[in-house]
């Protein structure tokens, strides 16, 4: 549930940061595939 809304904050404003969107996003698919 929680990355899904972070993932639709990305989506809705990629304008806000293009590099710490794409950092984070990285972060957030290291920390699902260890899940």
């Known amino acids: 549930m929680i990355r899904e809304e972070r993932l639709l904050k990305v989506l809705r404003a990629p304008h806000v940061s293009e590099k ?3 950092a984070m996003g990285k972060n ?3 920390r699902s595939q260890s899940c």
Do not use: P
Request: a neutral charge.
């Open 20 to 22: 710490a969107s794409s």
């Open 28 to 30: 957030q698919y290291h």
